[in-house]
């Protein structure tokens, strides 16, 4: 069996892994143990690998990706039983008093919450946090729900770098080295983000005050004027 059968052979893995994903056949931990054990024994069989061979790849593989793993339950774990003891309601509510009917500190806010709530470095749980929290406020600001999930998904971008979140952590497994370690050089880059994401939550508050948000703006004027005339009639 010649490398290249080998490197076509590891695509299709890839490529069943994806599909099978992609059409909810199984889950993915199912997924992700069945397609390798049939590429091994495919290999075994055909005389590239050997059973020993095989066994030094899983073992390395585990000693590579073990602490990455740990981490990441670790991670899932606490901010999830944080999230569960109301630690970020807490939070978003003392934030909330300190904007009050601010456009432009309301956008500032929606990104300092998207970035506390992406600690855990889940999208579902940031959203769970951020958008059942800011949406009412932005209606009750007439402020535009895009504007909502731009700030805070730019945000979670940024936090995304955390040595628990996805990226990093596959990143580190590829380089061979602790998330930990990785994230020790990109903590510039996310500082640097972070105050980009910041700049852009007051251009966003700008641009929403603009258009007249807010409790006394434009929009509002807009909307009580509508509210009148269906009352008249």
Not at 24 to 44: C, Q
């Amino acid at each position: 069996m010649s490398e290249v059968v080998v490197g076509l052979l590891g695509f299709a893995c890839i490529v069943a892994i994806v599909v099978t994903l992609f059409k909810s056949k199984t889950l993915p931990s199912i997924a992700f143990i069945i397609f390798p054990m049939i590429l091994g024994a495919i290999l075994v069989f055909g005389g590239y690998y050997s059973w020993e061979n095989i066994g030094k790849l899983i073992k390395s593989g585990f000693s590579s990706t073990g602490p990455t793993a740990a981490l990441f339950v670790f991670s899932v774990l606490y901010f999830g039983i944080m999230t569960d003891a109301g630690m970020f309601d807490v939070i978003i509510g003392k934030l909330m008093l300190l904007v009050k009917d601010n456009v432009i500190g309301v956008c500032v806010m929606t990104c300092i919450i998207a970035l506390i709530g992406h600690l855990d470095g889940g999208g579902a749980s940031t959203f769970c946090i951020v958008v059942p929290a800011m949406l009412p406020v932005y209606k009750k600001m007439h402020m535009r729900p895009t504007t909502l999930l731009r700030v805070a998904v730019l945000a979670m971008g940024v936090l995304n770098l955390m040595p628990w979140a996805g990226p990093t952590m596959r990143a580190a497994s590829v380089l061979g080295i602790e998330a930990g370690q990785l994230w020790g050089k990109l903590i510039p880059v996310q500082v640097f983000g972070i105050v980009l994401c910041l700049a852009h939550a007051v251009l966003a508050g700008v641009q929403e005050k603009k258009r007249g948000a807010g409790l006394h703006g434009k929009l509002a004027e807009a909307a009580g004027a509508v509210d009148a005339a269906e009352e008249a009639q």
